[in-house]
T-cell receptor
Framework: SQQGEEDPQALSIQEGENATMNCSYK?????LQWYRQNSGRGLVHLIL?????REKHSGRLRVTLDTSKKSSSLLITASRAADTASYFC????????????FGQGTTLQVKP | DTGVSQDPRHKITKRGQNVTFRCDPI?????LYWYRQTLGQGPEFLTY????????KSRLLSDRFSAERPKGSFSTLEIQRTEQGDSAMYLC???????????????FGPGTRLTVL
């Protein structure tokens, strides 16, 4: 079963706007990762945030983690049409196995 | 290209047939994972290997499914007596066990899309 939920399920914005996606999970985690998936393709790793971190940046991406609320958010600033994809959060509950538990994803459409 | 590769990319089969998929991980990645993704859903964990040892299997992996990694390099996932419910994208990922900058990051292949008619 899925670890948690992502919100919203779908998001449509204009190029240049910011996009925010939220992820909630159910159990304690070792780290949380965000992936992007273009239609019919494999997953591309975007960013990883560990349980003892609260915020992380990578280029136009900003990820926050609130372990007390068991939630994370992904912010994409100055969006581009090429950002159109599905975005998934995935939690790693144990460093022993490393298996990832994915959310259901947010489908982002960026209109040019 | 030194990424994770999967073969075939697409497979169409008739119900009841057996299918086998192959995954070649990034060289020297000790851990290899298989996931299944159905339309509109996130990937679901199936099984993983550390070198040649299969260390965990999900309840999703019925007795019709078998995975191997005989030499600790490439892996195969076989589905016997396929059912229409097996139609999905099968994703493979690998990661190093230790060392390097991103030991917790999994690197995914392009997937094998299975359609069972």
């Amino acid at each position: 079963s899925q670890q948690g939920e992502e919100d919203p399920q779908a998001l449509s914005i204009q190029e240049g706007e910011n996009a925010t996606m939220n992820c909630s999970y159910k159990t304690s985690i070792n780290n949380l990762q965000w992936y992007r998936q273009n239609s019919g393709r494999g997953l591309v790793h975007l960013i990883l945030i560990r349980s003892n971190e609260r915020e992380k940046h990578s280029g136009r991406l900003r990820v926050t983690l609130d372990t007390s609320k068991k939630s994370s958010s992904l912010l994409i600033t100055a969006s581009r049409a090429a950002d159109t994809a599905s975005y998934f959060c995935a939690t790693d509950r144990s460093s022993n196995t490393g298996k990832l538990i994915f959310g259901q994803g947010t489908t982002l459409q960026v209109k040019p | 290209d030194t990424g994770v590769s999967q073969d075939p990319r697409h497979k169409i089969t008739k119900r009841g047939q057996n299918v086998t998929f192959r995954c070649d991980p990034i060289s020297e990645h000790n851990r290899l994972y298989w996931y299944r993704q159905t339309l509109g859903q996130g990937p679901e964990f199936l099984t993983y290997f550390q070198n040649e040892a299969q260390l965990e299997k999900s309840r999703l992996l019925s007795d019709r499914f078998s995975a191997e990694r005989p030499k600790g390099s490439f892996s195969t996932l076989e589905i016997q007596r396929t059912e229409q419910g097996d139609s999905a994208m099968y994703l493979c990922a690998s990661r190093p066990l230790a060392g390097g900058l991103s030991t917790d990051t999994q690197y995914f292949g392009p997937g094998t899309r299975l359609t069972v008619l």
